[in-house]
């Protein structure tokens, strides 16, 4: 690979985020006093954007397997977390959501404040007990409102090739609202990795799994089985499509409504 366009590429990228991200927020914070989808809606514009500048600028695309198992009802996404991508790109790929994250990333400037505007689930980490029983207060209440909920059980971004320790969160979630699981697998940072600066162009895979029906499953079970399909399909996916240059006539999904 010739490294010089790929940084080229990586620069002209994050100067455009930085001369875009303010004044978007301008307009996230102009739709505070709509509803709340609405507000997502507008929020995650700017994530549709970013997206748009990392295919075009950066050569970063996406394909996505098993998008019929995207339910119409809201449903409970614990995925992968190995790059900043599927923080971006899952608001295309999935009906509007909500995420479960630490509550210091409301601070990142910005960013941050963005994140607050979509009702997000803002867990202490630090106490597990009150966390658990937050992310159940407050998912069943987005739930209610028609947003699916996005967890990455990791907790963390990890490298390709690693795995991290499953958190419990996402499936005690599933256990004490009834409402469906959906493993989702990818393999995005082998393009961006944590806290790179590089994007190497090529095409994503994003693998969704079959909805499983958490009834009469306890926590712990239900998270291995969670675990047992992403690690699985991750390394399936990674054996299909090693870390190279995409199809040129491969196109991007469309979003989902």
Known sequence: MNWIPVVLRSTLYALLQLIITPFYFL??????PLSRLNRY???SGWAHLMLFLLTT?????YRVIGKENILPTPSIILSKHQSAWETIAFQQIFPPQVWVLKKELLLVPFFGWGLAMTNPIAIDRSSRKAALKQIVEQGKDRLRQGFCIVIFPEGTRIAPGKRGKYGIGGAWLGIHTGAPVIPVAHNAGRFWGKNAFIKRPGTITVSIGAPIDPSGMEPGELNAKVEAWIEAEVARIDNLHPDENPDPDQTQEEPAT
């Open 27 to 32: 307009i996230v914070f102009a739709a505070f």
């Open 57 to 61: 600028v950066c050569g970063i695309r």
């Open 41 to 43: 809606r507008i929020t």
